[in-house]
């Protein structure tokens, strides 16, 4: 017996007829009943019992197996291993051992104290097998694996790079996927492997590098299968990292394989090159063979490489596929550019292609270039002529020409070396055949040799060959004569025959043309018609090659004609199938056209297929007619039909198939008209079986009809599709009688058997509308009579009543059959309806009665308002001080026509205006409060006045202001009107607009705000500007102001520079300065002076700009300044700022022969406060006082803060 742990190799045991295993036939003595079959540990053995249940026996154990034939059976051995037969006690035993034993590094050793075989199994001694009709099948299998932890896999596994760290976690998820055939299916669909392996009758085997496993996993290769340390064994639960989605797993794994580089180019030739790449995934070494995974892996992935010229997405051509991770790339163009990328691929899954890798092939020889063409002939010379070839990146640098003469064993010699393409070989032999051939080169090296050219000088009395014999024909075809010939006879072995084949149409009369020339003696004919018939002569001739058309010399005599005809074509497909009579129910009438191309023969018959099923034909039809009709058909049945014809040319394709239906019968009388339940008052349910013959196309539609007796007219009450209805709108208490018929598409059947049947007693019926009586404006009487009852008595009306038909309200609800109606609207539409109720229940409502009421005074007017805007500036007078707007909202007529309205602005009277919905009232008084009330007036009276709107009319326009100058300068002018601030808190006062005059009648607006000052800017000098003002508030714009003249000052001229001084000699200088041109015709003069101290003198004035001046007192430090001015016309003088000052350069003093005496007093040297050492003092002053009072500030006001 076997134990629950070995379930799991129970269902992974394949059977006999799933396991490829190689045959080796033990046939044992006939005269031997018992057989023991050695199981070998860790190995399990499956048999099929008598009984054909499935008996697994694991190892070590002897299995005792009866035959029941005294026959040893065939034992199917696994491969890598051999059965061995061994006889001990006179029982024999067979054995299935390893070709050799195998370490493996997952499994622990075997101590060398315990047997490689044990002992037979006690329990299996006395349980004799009887062979069974199957043979039984042995498998080897691995025994559990030991269970390692995560920390003894660590410690044991190769140590990997951190930045790798990821790209190894992926390799092992594709492995685990790999070793547990994850991989096998993407999205439920079944995914091949890479390389197949060998296929295994009756079951499905997904191969792994050449290892089939079956779909529960149990492996069967040539060598004990080398398992990946695994935290389980083969027998425990599925990991969940197994049952993942098989769509992430597959997304997983096309993320890895898309991780590969770009391809690396290396020992690039002419011709060739070599690729190469880096796998995704690690290669295991050559001495790394135990590792089962590194296996799996490298021989899983196979890889596509792509080459192109040009780099676009469409030039790439697959030129390699394949395991091997380096490829050399052939048959390449020498010179040219080439794009490479690489496509890694996993059984089904393809990752994304790689970067592009451009590389350029080496330059090399030329190629071989064609053969040389004659161009003339004589007894003595040949002229050639020929074209270069392809220089494969190198310029052609010559060409090589050689010749020898044929039918003697001498080489072939150089003639001719240069770049022309033509050559004229001289000094020949005549009537001699000579072989020429050609060789181009470059700087690389020199080409292949073209083909040979053979030709022949001219003989010196050439005679004409013997007429050939006629051409024989070889094999036909549709559009072509394939034809042969022999040589004339008595011809020379050494002459060189020319033949010419000519060929005429038989029956055109055009006469024979030139078909073929050369020296074959075959040809085949092409482009010629179908089935028709061709005759052909041949010619023989001398010269061997490029005959003038025009030379007949050396020309033999035609041969016999003889005549020959091509093959006739298939013919084309018939026209397409049509009826020729509408289609009947049971027969079709159909016709084809003949087809457009018989193919070069008559159609000698046509063949029509008919199918109502889908992929069987009947033929049906056989004959040389175009027609025929099909009979015995169903009703209602779609057919297919189609027809092919045959001619001496073969059969030709189908036509265009033609579908058709024929027409349906119309349905049979329906079964079963029936009642389906209780009737009530106003129904009666019906229904009804289908009927028994649809006519050959479905009923999609019943009709049922009703009477109320059998000489009335009937009425249809139901027309669908179910075969029940309802039939309602029935008077309580009655008799009907029904009949149901079918519809089809063929048309309605006929009329069912009648069926009887009463309703209920029910409500009260349908009341008459109500009549309504005008009473006030505000009030209407609602009579009504009271309907039949239907059986019960009516107990109580209810009377809806509204504004509108489809919103009414319940009103009343009583035994009374009036009701008055008051507080209604005057010129209302009103709506009314009435309901009878029963013990029963509640009858109709009645039809719905209207009335109107009579119209009425206006209603008060709503929503009067002042116009705060300006929609009617137009219309407004120009004073808004005595107007105001008003505007309202017109109120409800109440049935008759507003004809005006009622202003009351608390006056005696109030102010009748017409039909409008805005009024202006005018000449009121200004900033006055006035009370205003609308009334609406129609021809019924005035209507109630509306509430009261208290309004206010705005104040007088303000006055222009004073306009005057207050500051003018040469390009600005500063206005100033009216007293107030420069600049106002708030702009809600009165505001100015002052305007300048720009032309003779023009004006601008310059400045418009509440500010009382202005500054003109950027104005000519000296010029007249006209200015007016004017005020505007809310009361409105004021008038403008007269014009005021305002006058611009002259500019003065701009500073100068520094004067120049240069010393002449002992205290004599020359001082200049810059020149300044007239302004507007106004002379510049100039004033240069003398500064000691705050001292200024002047000394000198005019319009020169030097001066010579002499220094009188030589003790004192003095400076120089120049200033100019402008003289008017008038006299007057405008002086400018004056320039910067200008300090006298040192002199040295004339040397004096008096002797100093030692006692003189040493004089005083005094420092002057000038100018600019002045306003350096004082600034500096000014920033240390600024700093002090920052400190101050920050320290009292902010900081305490």
């Given at each position: 017996?076997?134990?629950?742990q070995?379930?799991?190799?129970?269902?992974?045991?394949?059977?006999?007829?799933?396991?490829?295993?190689?045959?080796?036939?033990?046939?044992?003595?006939?005269?031997?009943?018992?057989?023991?079959?050695?199981?070998?540990?860790?190995?399990?053995?499956?048999?099929?019992?008598?009984?054909?249940?499935?008996?697994?026996?694991?190892?070590?154990?002897q299995?005792?197996?009866?035959?029941?034939?005294?026959?040893?059976?065939?034992?199917?051995?696994?491969?890598?291993?051999?059965?061995?037969?061994?006889?001990?006690?006179?029982?024999?035993?067979?054995?299935?051992?390893?070709?050799?034993?195998?370490?493996?590094?997952?499994?622990?050793?075997?101590?060398?104290?315990?047997?490689?075989?044990?002992?037979?199994?006690?329990?299996?001694?006395?349980?004799?097998?009887?062979?069974?009709t199957?043979?039984?099948?042995?498998?080897?299998?691995?025994?559990?694996?030991?269970?390692?932890?995560?920390?003894?896999?660590?410690c044991?596994?190769?140590?990997?790079?951190?930045?790798?760290?990821?790209?190894?976690?992926?390799?092992?998820?594709?492995?685990?996927?790999?070793?547990?055939?994850?991989?096998?299916?993407?999205?439920?669909?079944?995914?091949?492997?890479?390389?197949?392996?060998?296929f295994?009758?009756?079951?499905?085997?997904?191969?792994?590098?050449?290892?089939?496993?079956?779909?529960?996993?149990?492996?069967?290769?040539?060598?004990?299968?080398?398992?990946?340390?695994?935290?389980?064994?083969?027998?425990?639960?599925?990991?969940?990292?197994d049952?993942?989605?098989?769509?992430?797993?597959?997304?997983?794994?096309?993320?890895?394989?898309?991780?590969?580089?770009?391809?690396?180019?290396?020992?690039?030739?002419?011709?060739?090159?070599?690729?190469?790449?880096?796998?995704?995934?690690?290669?295991?070494?050559?001495?790394?063979?135990?590792?089962?995974?590194?296996?799996?892996?490298?021989?899983?992935?196979?890889?596509?490489?792509a080459?192109?010229?040009?780099?676009?997405?469409?030039?790439?051509?697959?030129?390699?596929?394949?395991?091997?991770?380096?490829?050399?790339?052939?048959?390449?163009?020498?010179?040219?550019?080439?794009?490479?990328?690489?496509?890694?691929?996993?059984?089904?899954?393809?990752?994304?292609?790689?970067?592009?890798?451009?590389?350029?092939?080496?330059?090399?020889?030329?190629?071989?270039?064609?053969?040389?063409?004659?161009?003339?002939?004589?007894?003595?010379?040949?002229?050639?002529?020929?074209?270069?070839?392809?220089?494969?990146?190198?310029?052609?640098?010559?060409?090589?020409?050689?010749?020898?003469?044929?039918?003697?064993?001498?080489?072939?010699?150089?003639?001719?070396?240069?770049?022309?393409?033509?050559?004229?070989?001289?000094?020949?032999?005549?009537?001699t055949?000579?072989?020429?051939?050609?060789?181009?080169k470059?700087?690389?090296?020199?080409?292949?040799?073209?083909?040979?050219?053979?030709?022949?000088?001219?003989?010196?009395?050439?005679s004409?060959?013997?007429?050939?014999?006629?051409?024989?024909?070889?094999?036909?075809?549709?559009?072509?004569?394939?034809?042969?010939?022999?040589?004339?006879?008595?011809?020379a072995?050494?002459?060189?025959?020319?033949?010419?084949?000519?060929?005429?149409?038989?029956?055109?009369?055009?006469?024979?043309?030139?078909?073929?020339?050369?020296?074959?003696?075959?040809?085949?004919?092409?482009?010629?018609?179908?089935?028709?018939?061709?005759?052909?002569?041949?010619?023989?001739?001398?010269?061997?090659?490029?005959?003038?058309?025009?030379?007949?010399?050396?020309?033999?005599?035609?041969?016999?004609?003889?005549?020959?005809?091509?093959?006739p074509?298939?013919?084309?497909?018939p026209?397409?199938?049509?009826?020729?009579?509408?289609?009947?129910?049971?027969?079709?009438?159909?016709?084809?056209?003949a087809?457009?191309?018989?193919?070069?023969?008559?159609?000698?018959?046509?063949?029509?297929?008919?199918?109502?099923?889908?992929?069987?034909?009947?033929?049906?039809?056989?004959?040389?007619?175009?027609?025929?009709?099909?009979?015995?058909?169903?009703?209602?049945?779609?057919?297919?039909?189609?027809?092919?014809?045959?001619?001496?040319?073969?059969?030709?394709?189908?036509?265009?198939?033609?579908?058709?239906?024929?027409?349906?019968?119309?349905?049979?009388?329906?079964?079963?008209?029936?009642?389906?339940?209780?009737?009530?008052?106003?129904?009666?349910?019906?229904?009804?079986?289908?009927?028994?013959?649809?006519g050959?196309?479905?009923?999609?539609?019943?009709?049922?009809?009703?009477?109320?007796?059998?000489?009335?007219?009937?009425?249809?009450?139901?027309?669908?599709?179910?075969?029940?209805?309802?039939?309602?709108?029935?008077?309580?208490?009655?008799?009907?009688?029904?009949?149901?018929?079918?519809?089809?598409?063929?048309g309605?059947?006929?009329?069912?058997?009648?069926?009887?049947?009463?309703?209920?007693?029910?409500?009260?019926?349908?009341?008459?509308?109500?009549?309504?009586?005008?009473?006030?404006?505000?009030?209407?009487?609602?009579?009504?009579?009271?309907?039949?009852?239907?059986?019960?008595?009516?107990?109580?009306?209810r009377?809806?009543?509204?504004?509108e038909?489809?919103?009414?309200?319940?009103?009343?609800?009583?035994?009374?059959?009036?009701?008055?109606?008051?507080?209604?609207?005057?010129?209302t539409?009103?709506?009314?309806?009435?309901?009878?109720?029963?013990?029963?229940?509640?009858?109709?409502?009645?039809?719905?009665?209207?009335?109107?009421t009579?119209?009425?005074?206006?209603?008060?007017?709503?929503?009067?308002?002042?116009?705060?805007?300006?929609?009617?500036?137009?219309?407004?007078?120009?004073?808004?001080?005595?107007?105001?707007?008003?505007?309202?909202?017109?109120?409800?007529?109440?049935?008759?026509?507003?004809?005006?309205?009622?202003?009351?602005?608390?006056?005696?009277?109030?102010?009748?205006?017409?039909?409008?919905?805005?009024?202006?009232?005018?000449?009121?008084?200004?900033?006055?409060?006035?009370?205003?009330?609308?009334?609406?007036?129609?021809?019924?009276?005035?209507?109630?006045?509306?509430?009261?709107?208290?309004?206010?009319?705005?104040?007088?326009?303000?006055?222009?202001?004073?306009?005057?100058?207050?500051?003018?300068?040469?390009?600005?002018?500063?206005?100033?009107?009216?007293?107030?601030?420069s600049?106002?808190?708030?702009?809600?006062?009165?505001?100015?607009?002052?305007?300048?005059?720009?032309?003779?009648?023009?004006s601008?607006?310059?400045?418009?705000?509440?500010?009382?000052?202005?500054?003109?800017?950027?104005?000519c000098?000296?010029?007249?500007?006209?200015?007016?003002?004017?005020?505007?508030?809310?009361?409105?714009?004021?008038?403008?102001?007269?014009?005021?003249?305002?006058?611009?000052?002259?500019s003065?001229?701009?500073?100068?520079?520094?004067?120049?001084v240069?010393?002449?000699?002992?205290?004599?200088?020359?001082?200049?300065?810059?020149?300044?041109?007239?302004?507007?015709?106004?002379?510049?003069?100039?004033?240069?002076?003398?500064?000691?101290?705050?001292?200024?003198?002047?000394?000198?004035?005019?319009?020169?700009?030097s001066?010579?001046?002499?220094?009188?007192?030589?003790?004192?430090?003095?400076?120089?300044?120049?200033?100019?001015?402008?003289?008017?016309?008038?006299?007057?003088?405008?002086?400018?700022?004056?320039?910067?000052?200008?300090?006298?350069?040192?002199?040295?003093?004339?040397?004096?022969?008096?002797?100093?005496?030692?006692?003189?007093?040493?004089?005083?040297?005094?420092?002057?406060?000038?100018?600019?050492?002045?306003?350096?003092?004082l600034?500096?002053?000014?920033?240390?006082?600024?700093?002090?009072?920052?400190?101050?500030?920050?320290?009292?006001?902010?900081?305490?803060?």
């Amino acid at each position: 017996m076997m134990t629950d742990q070995h379930l799991p190799l129970l269902e992974a045991t394949p059977m006999l007829a799933e396991v490829p295993l190689l045959p080796h036939m033990i046939n044992g003595d006939g005269m031997q009943q018992m057989i023991l079959v050695q199981v070998n540990p860790g190995e399990t053995f499956t048999i099929r019992t008598e009984d054909g249940h499935v008996q697994c026996i694991t190892g070590p154990a002897q299995v005792p197996m009866v035959s029941p034939n005294g026959t040893m059976p065939p034992i199917f051995i696994p491969p890598g291993y051999i059965s061995q037969m061994v006889e001990e006690n006179g029982m024999r035993k067979v054995l299935v051992l390893p070709h050799t034993v195998e370490f493996h590094p997952s499994l622990p050793p075997v101590p060398p104290h315990l047997p490689l075989y044990t002992p037979p199994h006690p329990a299996m001694l006395h349980h004799p097998h009887v062979y069974p009709t199957e043979l039984p099948h042995y498998v080897h299998q691995l025994p559990a694996l030991p269970i390692y932890t995560e920390q003894d896999m660590m410690c044991h596994s190769m140590s990997v790079p951190i930045h790798e760290e990821r790209s190894v976690k992926m390799q092992e998820q594709l492995q685990r996927r790999l070793k547990g055939g994850y991989l096998g299916t993407a999205n439920g669909v079944p995914l091949p492997h890479s390389p197949p392996g060998p296929f295994i009758k009756g079951s499905q085997v997904a191969m792994h590098n050449g290892n089939s496993k079956s779909r529960t996993g149990l492996a069967a290769s040539p060598t004990p299968p080398r398992l990946k340390h695994s935290g389980r064994t083969r027998a425990s639960p599925t990991s969940s990292y197994d049952v993942k989605d098989p769509e992430e797993e597959v997304r997983r794994v096309q993320e890895l394989l898309s991780a590969v580089c770009k391809p690396a180019v290396g020992s690039v030739t002419s011709r060739s090159a070599v690729l190469s790449w880096r796998p995704p995934l690690p290669i295991p070494s050559e001495t790394d063979t135990h590792s089962h995974t590194h296996a799996h892996t490298a021989l899983l992935l196979s890889y596509e490489l792509a080459l192109s010229q040009s780099g676009t997405e469409e030039d790439f051509k697959l030129v390699y596929q394949g395991k091997d991770t380096k490829c050399t790339v052939g048959d390449l163009r020498p010179a040219t550019n080439y794009y490479a990328r690489v496509c890694v691929a996993c059984s089904s899954v393809k990752g994304a292609q790689s970067e592009t890798v451009a590389f350029t092939t080496l330059c090399s020889a030329p190629d071989a270039p064609a053969a040389p063409r004659l161009l003339q002939r004589t007894k003595s010379s040949i002229s050639l002529q020929w074209r270069s070839p392809n220089d494969n990146g190198s310029k052609i640098t010559g060409f090589c020409l050689e010749y020898h003469e044929q039918g003697k064993q001498s080489a072939f010699k150089e003639v001719y070396s240069g770049l022309a393409k033509q050559y004229k070989v001289m000094r020949l032999m005549p009537s001699t055949k000579y072989a020429f051939r050609l060789a181009a080169k470059n700087d690389v090296g020199m080409s292949a040799f073209s083909a040979v050219l053979s030709c022949c000088t001219t003989s010196c009395a050439a005679s004409p060959p013997a007429p050939p014999s006629p051409p024989r024909m070889t094999e036909a075809g549709v559009t072509w004569l394939s034809l042969e010939w022999s040589a004339p006879c008595g011809s020379a072995s050494r002459d060189t025959l020319a033949y010419i084949l000519e060929m005429e149409e038989k029956g055109l009369g055009c006469g024979f043309q030139l078909k073929h020339r050369g020296e074959e003696q075959s040809y085949t004919v092409k482009d010629l018609k179908r089935f028709t018939s061709y005759q052909f002569r041949l010619h023989a001739h001398l010269f061997f090659k490029q005959v003038s058309a025009t030379d007949t010399e050396g020309t033999s005599q035609p041969s016999a004609v003889v005549e020959y005809r091509t093959q006739p074509d298939r013919p084309g497909s018939p026209g397409k199938l049509s009826l020729y009579s509408p289609a009947e129910p049971h027969s079709l009438h159909v016709i084809w056209e003949a087809p457009e191309d018989d193919g070069g023969s008559p159609i000698t018959q046509y063949i029509l297929e008919l199918s109502h099923t889908d992929g069987q034909w009947d033929a049906v039809y056989s004959g040389p007619l175009r027609q025929h009709v099909c009979e015995c058909l169903r009703e209602g049945t779609w057919y297919k039909l189609r027809v092919y014809c045959q001619s001496l040319g073969g059969q030709s394709q189908v036509s265009e198939i033609l579908s058709v239906e024929t027409p349906p019968l119309p349905p049979g009388p329906c079964q079963a008209l029936r009642t389906a339940g209780e009737a009530t008052s106003s129904e009666i349910p019906l229904c009804w079986d289908p009927p028994v013959c649809d006519g050959g196309a479905p009923v999609f539609q019943y009709c049922v009809e009703m009477a109320q007796s059998e000489e009335e007219d009937q009425q249809q009450v139901f027309c669908g599709s179910d075969v029940c209805c309802t039939v309602n709108q029935l008077l309580p208490g009655r008799t009907y009688l029904f009949w149901v018929k079918a519809f089809s598409a063929a048309g309605w059947g006929s009329l069912s058997e009648m069926c009887q049947a009463s309703t209920a007693p029910g409500p009260p019926e349908q009341c008459c509308a109500p009549e309504l009586t005008l009473k006030t404006s505000t009030s209407v009487l609602a009579t009504w009579q009271t309907p039949m009852c239907n059986g019960a008595e009516v107990c109580e009306f209810r009377m809806e009543w509204g504004l509108e038909e489809g919103a009414l309200e319940l009103l009343y609800c009583g035994p009374l059959t009036q009701y008055e109606v008051s507080d209604l609207q005057p010129a209302t539409e009103y709506h009314c309806r009435v309901q009878a109720v029963s013990v029963v229940g509640a009858g109709l409502f009645s039809d719905v009665a209207m009335v109107t009421t009579p119209a009425s005074v206006p209603a008060a007017v709503e929503h009067v308002e002042e116009i705060r805007e300006e929609p009617l500036v137009g219309v407004m007078a120009q004073n808004l001080a005595t107007t105001l707007a008003l505007q309202w909202k017109e109120p409800h007529c109440h049935g008759a026509e507003i004809s005006s309205y009622n202003i009351d602005i608390g006056e005696e009277l109030p102010l009748s205006v017409g039909k409008t919905s805005y009024y202006i009232l005018e000449n009121l008084q200004p900033d006055t409060t006035y009370r205003i009330r609308v009334q609406a007036v129609n021809s019924m009276g005035a209507g109630p006045f509306s509430s009261v709107l208290k309004l206010r009319t705005r104040g007088l326009p303000p006055e222009p202001p004073v306009l005057e100058c207050v500051v003018a300068g040469p390009q600005s002018l500063k206005m100033k009107w009216g007293e107030g601030p420069s600049r106002p808190q708030n702009g809600r006062g009165t505001h100015y607009c002052l305007h300048m005059q720009v032309g003779a009648d023009r004006s601008v607006c310059i400045y418009s705000g509440p500010c009382h000052t202005f500054k003109v800017q950027r104005l000519c000098e000296a010029t007249e500007y006209q200015f007016s003002i004017q005020a505007h508030s809310e009361a409105g714009m004021g008038p403008l102001s007269p014009p005021y003249t305002f006058s611009t000052t002259r500019s003065p001229p701009p500073q100068l520079k520094a004067p120049k001084v240069e010393p002449i000699e002992w205290n004599k200088y020359a001082v200049t300065w810059e020149v300044l041109q007239p302004m507007r015709g106004d002379p510049i003069v100039y004033t240069l002076q003398l500064l000691r101290g705050r001292e200024v003198e002047q000394l000198y004035k005019g319009p020169a700009t030097s001066y010579m001046w002499q220094n009188a007192l030589a003790s004192v430090t003095c400076r120089l300044r120049v200033c100019a001015g402008r003289r008017s016309q008038d006299g007057g003088e405008l002086w400018g700022q004056c320039s910067l000052s200008t300090s006298l350069p040192v002199t040295e003093p004339p040397r004096e022969h008096k002797t100093s005496s030692c006692h003189d007093p040493v004089p005083k040297r005094s420092w002057p406060l000038t100018d600019e050492p002045f306003a350096t003092i004082l600034l500096f002053c000014f920033v240390v006082l600024a700093v002090l009072f920052a400190v101050l500030i920050q320290y009292f006001v902010i900081e305490r803060q």
